[in-house]
Protein backbone atom coordinates (compact mmCIF):
# COMPACT_ATOMS: atom_id res chain seq x y z
CA UNK A 1 0.00 0.00 0.00
CA UNK A 2 1.59 3.31 -0.56
CA UNK A 3 1.08 6.73 0.18
CA UNK A 4 -0.82 8.34 3.17
CA UNK A 5 -3.73 6.02 5.12
CA UNK A 6 -6.37 6.57 7.03
CA UNK A 7 -8.68 4.71 9.52
CA UNK A 8 -11.28 4.65 10.28
CA UNK A 9 -12.95 6.46 7.13
CA UNK A 10 -15.83 7.13 9.07
CA UNK A 11 -16.97 7.52 12.67
CA UNK A 12 -19.93 8.13 14.60
CA UNK A 13 -19.57 9.03 18.47
CA UNK A 14 -21.01 10.37 21.35
CA UNK A 15 -19.51 13.43 23.76
CA UNK A 16 -18.82 10.83 26.15
CA UNK A 17 -17.21 7.95 23.73
CA UNK A 18 -13.00 7.50 23.69
CA UNK A 19 -12.18 7.15 20.35
CA UNK A 20 -8.42 7.37 18.39
CA UNK A 21 -7.86 8.06 14.39
CA UNK A 22 -4.91 6.40 12.81
CA UNK A 23 -3.04 7.40 10.10
CA UNK A 24 0.28 5.63 8.50
CA UNK A 25 2.35 7.14 5.63
CA UNK A 26 4.71 4.68 3.56
CA UNK A 27 6.76 7.48 1.74
CA UNK A 28 9.64 7.42 4.09
CA UNK A 29 9.09 10.87 5.81
CA UNK A 30 10.10 12.47 8.15
CA UNK A 31 7.15 14.97 9.29
CA UNK A 32 3.36 14.12 9.60
CA UNK A 33 0.43 16.80 10.43
CA UNK A 34 -3.12 16.77 11.70
CA UNK A 35 -5.23 18.83 10.06
CA UNK A 36 -9.31 19.67 10.61
CA UNK A 37 -11.74 20.63 7.61
CA UNK A 38 -15.13 21.72 8.92
CA UNK A 39 -17.93 22.38 6.49
CA UNK A 40 -17.17 25.64 4.86
CA UNK A 41 -14.32 26.82 6.17
CA UNK A 42 -10.60 26.64 5.46
CA UNK A 43 -8.44 23.83 6.00
CA UNK A 44 -6.61 24.00 10.06
CA UNK A 45 -3.58 23.06 11.01
CA UNK A 46 -4.15 21.56 14.81
CA UNK A 47 -0.53 19.46 15.12
CA UNK A 48 3.04 19.08 13.59
CA UNK A 49 5.12 16.34 14.17
CA UNK A 50 8.79 16.19 13.29
CA UNK A 51 10.90 13.10 13.89
CA UNK A 52 8.43 11.73 16.26
CA UNK A 53 8.67 15.20 18.14
CA UNK A 54 5.69 17.06 18.37
CA UNK A 55 7.17 20.89 17.57
CA UNK A 56 3.64 22.45 16.72
CA UNK A 57 0.15 22.74 18.56
CA UNK A 58 -1.66 25.32 16.73
CA UNK A 59 -4.28 26.23 20.06
CA UNK A 60 -6.07 22.59 20.02
CA UNK A 61 -7.95 21.79 22.89
CA UNK A 62 -6.45 18.72 25.19
CA UNK A 63 -9.91 16.99 23.97
CA UNK A 64 -7.68 16.11 20.86
CA UNK A 65 -4.74 14.90 22.20
CA UNK A 66 -1.64 13.43 19.05
CA UNK A 67 0.74 10.33 19.40
CA UNK A 68 3.51 9.59 17.08
CA UNK A 69 5.41 6.31 18.23
CA UNK A 70 7.41 6.41 14.88
CA UNK A 71 8.17 8.51 12.07
CA UNK A 72 5.30 6.25 10.02
CA UNK A 73 2.29 6.21 12.37
CA UNK A 74 0.32 8.90 13.89
CA UNK A 75 -3.17 9.08 16.04
CA UNK A 76 -5.62 11.48 17.37
CA UNK A 77 -6.72 10.34 20.74
CA UNK A 78 -10.51 11.45 21.51
CA UNK A 79 -12.48 12.05 24.44
CA UNK A 80 -15.65 14.13 25.47
CA UNK A 81 -15.98 15.77 22.29
CA UNK A 82 -18.17 18.20 21.58
CA UNK A 83 -20.76 18.36 18.35
CA UNK A 84 -18.98 21.56 16.58
CA UNK A 85 -15.87 18.84 16.70
CA UNK A 86 -17.75 17.15 13.89
CA UNK A 87 -15.39 17.38 11.00
CA UNK A 88 -13.08 15.74 7.86
CA UNK A 89 -9.88 15.13 9.98
CA UNK A 90 -7.07 15.02 7.54
CA UNK A 91 -3.64 13.69 8.43
CA UNK A 92 -0.72 14.55 5.66
CA UNK A 93 3.08 13.93 5.69
CA UNK A 94 6.15 15.71 4.01
CA UNK A 95 9.26 14.73 3.85
CA UNK A 96 10.58 17.41 6.30
CA UNK A 97 9.35 20.34 8.41
CA UNK A 98 11.74 22.90 8.59
CA UNK A 99 9.91 26.52 9.60
CA UNK A 100 11.98 29.71 8.10
CA UNK A 101 13.41 27.15 5.02
CA UNK A 102 12.25 25.36 2.04
CA UNK A 103 8.94 23.86 2.36
CA UNK A 104 8.55 20.86 1.51
CA UNK A 105 5.14 19.42 -0.36
CA UNK A 106 2.39 17.75 1.81
CA UNK A 107 0.62 14.76 1.11
CA UNK A 108 -2.67 13.91 2.09
CA UNK A 109 -4.58 10.90 3.40
CA UNK A 110 -8.02 10.30 2.30
CA UNK A 111 -9.06 11.43 5.84
CA UNK A 112 -11.85 10.55 8.73
CA UNK A 113 -15.12 11.96 8.46
CA UNK A 114 -15.91 12.41 12.29
CA UNK A 115 -19.72 12.89 13.46
CA UNK A 116 -19.89 13.61 17.01
CA UNK A 117 -23.82 13.11 18.46
CA UNK B 1 -10.02 36.64 9.01
CA UNK B 2 -8.19 34.35 7.27
CA UNK B 3 -5.24 35.43 5.42
CA UNK B 4 -6.51 33.49 2.08
CA UNK B 5 -9.41 33.29 0.45
CA UNK B 6 -11.48 32.51 -2.85
CA UNK B 7 -13.78 34.51 -4.61
CA UNK B 8 -16.51 32.09 -6.08
CA UNK B 9 -17.80 29.29 -3.96
CA UNK B 10 -18.83 27.44 -6.76
CA UNK B 11 -18.17 27.42 -10.46
CA UNK B 12 -20.34 26.06 -12.85
CA UNK B 13 -18.27 25.08 -16.39
CA UNK B 14 -19.67 23.69 -20.03
CA UNK B 15 -17.01 20.36 -20.58
CA UNK B 16 -14.27 21.16 -22.96
CA UNK B 17 -14.46 25.27 -21.93
CA UNK B 18 -11.22 26.87 -20.26
CA UNK B 19 -12.19 27.17 -15.97
CA UNK B 20 -10.55 29.66 -14.17
CA UNK B 21 -10.47 29.82 -10.40
CA UNK B 22 -9.38 33.14 -8.49
CA UNK B 23 -7.90 33.35 -4.92
CA UNK B 24 -6.94 36.34 -3.48
CA UNK B 25 -4.36 36.74 -0.37
CA UNK B 26 -3.59 39.80 2.00
CA UNK B 27 -0.18 38.45 3.42
CA UNK B 28 1.94 40.50 0.94
CA UNK B 29 5.16 38.52 2.42
CA UNK B 30 3.99 35.11 0.94
CA UNK B 31 6.35 34.00 -1.32
CA UNK B 32 5.10 30.79 -1.73
CA UNK B 33 1.76 29.54 -3.09
CA UNK B 34 -0.26 26.17 -4.10
CA UNK B 35 -3.28 24.95 -5.84
CA UNK B 36 -4.96 21.97 -4.23
CA UNK B 37 -7.83 20.14 -5.51
CA UNK B 38 -10.20 17.70 -3.36
CA UNK B 39 -12.31 15.52 -4.87
CA UNK B 40 -15.36 14.07 -2.92
CA UNK B 41 -14.51 11.59 -0.31
CA UNK B 42 -10.62 12.07 -0.74
CA UNK B 43 -8.03 14.33 0.39
CA UNK B 44 -6.48 17.25 -0.93
CA UNK B 45 -3.76 16.60 -3.74
CA UNK B 46 -0.89 19.11 -4.75
CA UNK B 47 -1.46 20.72 -8.19
CA UNK B 48 0.59 23.25 -9.44
CA UNK B 49 3.31 25.45 -6.81
CA UNK B 50 4.42 29.04 -8.27
CA UNK B 51 6.89 31.32 -6.09
CA UNK B 52 6.57 34.54 -5.46
CA UNK B 53 9.41 35.70 -7.96
CA UNK B 54 7.74 34.23 -10.66
CA UNK B 55 4.28 35.28 -12.31
CA UNK B 56 3.18 32.63 -14.21
CA UNK B 57 4.04 28.72 -14.08
CA UNK B 58 2.32 26.13 -16.35
CA UNK B 59 1.73 22.11 -15.74
CA UNK B 60 -0.34 20.34 -17.71
CA UNK B 61 -3.43 21.56 -18.98
CA UNK B 62 -2.86 24.02 -15.42
CA UNK B 63 -1.71 27.51 -15.74
CA UNK B 64 -1.12 29.31 -12.38
CA UNK B 65 -0.97 33.58 -12.69
CA UNK B 66 0.43 35.03 -9.74
CA UNK B 67 0.26 38.67 -9.22
CA UNK B 68 1.89 40.50 -6.51
CA UNK B 69 0.73 43.79 -7.11
CA UNK B 70 -3.40 42.83 -6.41
CA UNK B 71 -2.25 39.86 -4.24
CA UNK B 72 -4.19 37.71 -6.44
CA UNK B 73 -3.76 33.75 -7.54
CA UNK B 74 -5.60 32.40 -10.00
CA UNK B 75 -5.66 28.57 -11.15
CA UNK B 76 -6.27 28.26 -15.21
CA UNK B 77 -7.83 24.77 -16.49
CA UNK B 78 -7.45 24.15 -19.80
CA UNK B 79 -9.74 22.19 -21.69
CA UNK B 80 -11.94 21.16 -18.60
CA UNK B 81 -12.96 17.38 -18.53
CA UNK B 82 -15.51 15.84 -16.10
CA UNK B 83 -12.49 14.37 -13.98
CA UNK B 84 -11.48 18.25 -12.80
CA UNK B 85 -15.02 18.44 -10.96
CA UNK B 86 -13.32 19.12 -7.52
CA UNK B 87 -12.96 21.80 -4.77
CA UNK B 88 -10.08 23.81 -5.55
CA UNK B 89 -8.73 26.17 -3.22
CA UNK B 90 -5.52 27.77 -2.58
CA UNK B 91 -2.90 28.21 -0.23
CA UNK B 92 -0.04 30.58 0.96
CA UNK B 93 3.34 30.07 2.39
CA UNK B 94 5.55 32.71 4.58
CA UNK B 95 8.89 31.40 4.76
CA UNK B 96 9.79 33.95 7.66
CA UNK B 97 6.60 32.99 9.47
CA UNK B 98 8.05 30.09 11.99
CA UNK B 99 6.13 27.10 12.26
CA UNK B 100 2.45 28.00 10.92
CA UNK B 101 3.01 26.36 8.09
CA UNK B 102 0.27 26.81 5.23
CA UNK B 103 -2.48 29.24 5.07
CA UNK B 104 -5.47 27.83 3.20
CA UNK B 105 -8.48 29.23 1.12
CA UNK B 106 -12.15 27.91 1.54
CA UNK B 107 -12.43 26.25 -1.60
CA UNK B 108 -14.40 27.25 -5.16
CA UNK B 109 -16.32 23.65 -5.95
CA UNK B 110 -15.75 23.71 -9.80
CA UNK B 111 -19.02 21.41 -11.35
CA UNK B 112 -18.60 20.43 -15.03
CA UNK B 113 -21.38 20.30 -17.40
CA UNK B 114 -22.22 17.92 -20.22
Known amino acids: ETGVTQTPRHLVMGMTNKKSLKCEQH?????MYWYKQSAKKPLELMFV???????ENNSVPSRFSPECPNSSHLFLHLHTLQPEDSALYLC????????????????FGPGTRLTVT | GESVGLHLPTLSVQEGDNSIINCAYS??????FIWYKQESGKGPQFIIDIRSNMDKRQGQRVTVLLNKTVKHLSLQIAATQPGDSAVYFCAENYSGGGADGLTFGKGTHLIIQP
Open chain 1, 92 to 107: ASSQDWIPGDKFYEQY
Open chain 1, 49 to 55: YSLEERV
Open chain 1, 27 to 31: LGHNA
Open chain 2, 27 to 32: NSASDY
